[in-house]
């Protein structure tokens, strides 16, 4: 179909022929090509030339893509089309700048692209858009703007999720250089961050604003250039006239620089001087760019809906690609019949590629599809000895540990210093982890001994904690952040489930934030704090692709765990959840007062990804179990050997990958299974381990035992809803047939 603007363009550069200039005013004037291209820019003639290169480019990949998808051959229409003019964006910046784009960035990624000799932009954006597995970032499994030797991180488009990553890749600039850590991107790099106007009303957005801004407000280097390409609407929605200015316009902390993002000298002097004035004071900059939306929403948006014909066809005369074309015409660099041809020439070359790429192979099995996420997790298992043939542990509490009297929360605050020690690029940092040392006490003593540059608190937002982890990953360090309650997870869950588990699949693995992020959760703390204190819901992380959650119950397992976790995020890049049971942190005894059952000395190894660790080899029952389950589990089947029945108990230790291989040894070997799971009935981890039996064609029986669908109250009612000794106990019974 024939797009309105595209005609536009021809007629109104045609016109000027007619006219012989385009303002009868304007002298014609004749300099050279690094002269300016408008008097008073510092925008030269050549360069003006290049960058219409770009935007031309940009505009004919928007009208390919509606091509493409008109022959049922692409599968992406969201265009850049009013946008272009951020292609000066990315001339006023260097190619080694990090740069986290808004999805209308064709005219950015075309420009850098064109900084850097070897790549063939148009033809890996075509690609993108006919989910060609020769893609090269996401190797066909999106359309993103992102390429790892042009330093662009792709993004999801989850509105504003990547604004607190761009904060953590700022934060890192430093901080890897103050820990002589090597980093990918230069000392003096600036990173770039755009989004549009409606993304900016995101809790997400004006988070990372904040952060940004509390970090600089403390001294703390932030080179981090916000970009609001502001069109006025998103999809249907109108901005109100004058919002982000009077939003950002006037922040303390906050440079603000503003441009015509139709014109393409302004925008470049304004992002220019932007980008020179973050480059030199490491602080963050709002550059906030007016920008037309051509074309609508998207291909399928059809936006004579919502939107006055007479509104829309205003908008033509402030398309970006005519008024470049305009100003080079103006300038004497360009002929009418030159920018004539020049657009022409342009479409013909974006077409042809679009031809040769539109039956390009796309990713054809599930294996292919999910590799980056599945060699991940491989290599993780494989490097911790996880793989298959090796035996789940087993064996007493404390086997194989040295010296004894461990808690857990020791055992994790040992195994923490030891990470620190061993890998310099290691932070740890989050809600009063740092002078404090947590609120349990967990990371106490770490800061004294590592440094507050590595040890530190993060001001109190889960998502900004999560940013900076996933900028920090992405930037050569290894970042171990925690959230101080499971329930403090959830408002911030994205950052682990739209970028941080999504950032190998959608780079095909040339991007990786590895991380390990530790979690304080789970009930049992004597009805003490109520629900936000003892949330036992993890159904938000447990099926998330390609991540690793590790849930130990014991001192030494915790940090053999935690050296696992910090193995396979180092080297695998993987991100990695690690469940910490506040009720058995400080835990001592096991059976009776005194005991000191619960108490370990600290493990010599890592644990093996993937395995189980069990207990006992009872012949009557197998109980499958993880976190308090299976202290509680322990007991019971010290009380069931009383009774005479033989019971083992296999801790499952890791919730994903789930040790399936231990849980159908185990099972087969007493033929009768008890489930006992302290996370709730629907959703929780029971589920997985069910229908891991059924998928495995366990023939015995299986019965669950598990908390309620409930949150959990405060004082001894928790009790009622929270799975309890007494009913594993009276399920065992009956499982055993007594
Ligand atoms: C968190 C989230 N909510 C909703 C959407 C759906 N959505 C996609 S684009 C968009 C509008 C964005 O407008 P704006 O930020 O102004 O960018 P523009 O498209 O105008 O450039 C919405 C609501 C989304 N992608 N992410
Ligand atoms: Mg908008």
């Not at 130990?552 to 050296?563: G, H, L, T, V």
Request: hydrophobic content about 45%.
């Amino acid at each position: 179909m024939a797009e309105p603007i595209d005609d536009n363009f021809t007629a109104s550069i045609s016109s000027i022929s007619a006219m012989g200039t385009i303002s009868a005013m304007a002298p014609v004037t004749h300099r050279g090509p690094s002269d300016p291209v408008r008097e008073g820019s510092a925008l030269t003639a050549s360069d003006a030339l290049a960058l219409f290169d770009a935007q031309l480019g940009s505009r004919h990949l928007d009208l390919a893509a509606r091509w493409l998808r008109a022959q049922g051959k692409g599968y992406y229409t969201i265009g850049s089309s009013g946008h272009e003019g951020n292609a000066a964006v990315a001339a006023a910046l260097r190619p080694t700048d990090p740069a986290l784009l808004h999805y209308r960035s064709g005219g950015f990624f075309l420009a850098r692209a064109a900084q850097i000799a070897g790549s063939d932009p148009l033809r890996d954006v075509l690609l993108g858009l006919v989910a060609a597995t020769d893609e090269p970032i996401s190797g066909g499994r999106h359309k993103v703007f992102g390429r790892h030797d042009l330093s662009i991180i792709p993004q999801t488009s989850t509105i504003a999720s990547h604004l607190p990553r761009a904060v953590g890749v700022a934060f890192s600039i430093a901080r890897a250089r103050k820990l002589d850590v090597d980093c990918p991107w230069p000392e003096d790099a600036v990173t770039v961050c755009s989004f549009g106007d409606a993304s900016v009303n995101h809790s997400t957005a004006v988070g990372a604003i904040n952060t940004a801004m509390h970090s600089a407000y403390q001294g703390v280097p932030m080179p981090l250039l916000f970009v609001c390409e502001d069109n006025g609407i998103g999809i249907s929605t109108r901005t109100p006239r004058g919002w982000v200015a009077s939003g950002y316009g006037h922040r303390d902390g906050l440079q603000y620089f503003h441009a015509d993002g139709s014109d393409l000298a302004d925008t470049f002097d304004a992002a220019s001087g932007a980008a020179q004035w973050v480059r030199t004071h490491r602080r963050p900059a709002f550059l906030h760019l007016r920008t037309v939306r051509l074309m609508g929403h998207a291909g399928s948006d059809y936006e004579q809906a919502y939107r006055p014909a007479d509104e829309i066809a205003a908008d033509y005369a402030r398309d970006p690609v005519l008024r470049t074309a305009q100003l080079l015409i103006d300038r004497g660099a360009l002929t009418v019949a030159e920018a004539l041809d020049r657009y022409e020439a342009k479409r013909d070359e974006v077409i042809k590629l679009a031809g040769e790429v539109a039956d390009a192979a796309q990713l054809a099995s599930a294996a292919e599809v999910m590799a980056p996420l599945t060699d991940t997790v491989a290599e993780a298992v494989q490097m911790t000895g996880g793989g298959a043939g090796n035996a789940g542990d087993s064996g007493n509490l404390g086997d194989g540990a040295e010296g004894s009297g461990l808690t857990v929360a020791l055992a994790i605050n040992r195994a923490l210093g030891d990470a620190l020690a061993s890998h310099p690029e290691a932070l740890v940092f989050g809600e009063d982890v740092g002078r404090k040392g947590g609120v349990y006490g967990v990371t106490r003593g770490l800061q004294s001994k590592a440094g507050p540059a590595r040890v530190f608190d993060t001001l109190l937002d889960e998502q900004a904690i999560l940013g900076l982890a996933l900028g920090a990953g992405v930037s050569g360090l290894l970042p171990i952040p925690e959230i101080q309650y499971l329930a403090y997870l959830h408002n911030a869950a994205d950052q682990i489930r739209g970028e941080g588990a999504t950032l190998q699949f959608f780079s095909d693995r040339q991007y990786r934030n590895p991380m390990v992020v530790r979690v304080a959760g789970y009930g049992y703390q004597k009805g003490f704090g109520g629900h936000f204190h003892n949330d036992n819901s993890i159904a938000a992380i447990r099926d998330i692709p390609g991540l690793l959650i590790a849930s130990p119950a014991r001192p030494d397992d915790a940090a053999a765990m935690m050296r696992a976790c910090i193995a396979a995020a180092h080297s695998s890049g993987a991100v990695c959840v690690f469940l910490e049971p506040i009720a058995l942190y400080h835990t001592r005894d096991l059976h009776d007062d005194g005991d000191d059952g619960w108490l370990a000395g600290y493990p010599a190894a890592a644990a093996a990804i993937g395995r189980a660790r069990t207990y006992g080899d009872g012949g009557d029952l197998t109980i499958l179990t993880f976190g308090n389950g299976l202290r509680m589990s322990l007991r019971v089947a010290r009380r069931l050997e009383h009774a005479g029945i033989g019971a083992r108990v296999v801790d499952l230790r890791w919730l994903a990958p789930l040790p399936v291989d231990d849980i159908l040894r185990e099972s087969v070997a007493t033929g009768r299974v008890l489930v006992v799971d302290e996370t709730r009935s629907t959703g929780g981890v029971g589920e997985a381990v069910v229908a891991c039996l059924v998928a495995q064609r366990f023939p015995g029986s299986v019965v669950r035992v598990a908390s309620h669908d409930s949150f959990i109250p405060l004082g001894d009612a928790a009790l009622r809803v929270l799975l309890s000794e007494e009913t594993i106990e009276s399920a065992a019974v009956d499982l055993a047939g007594r």
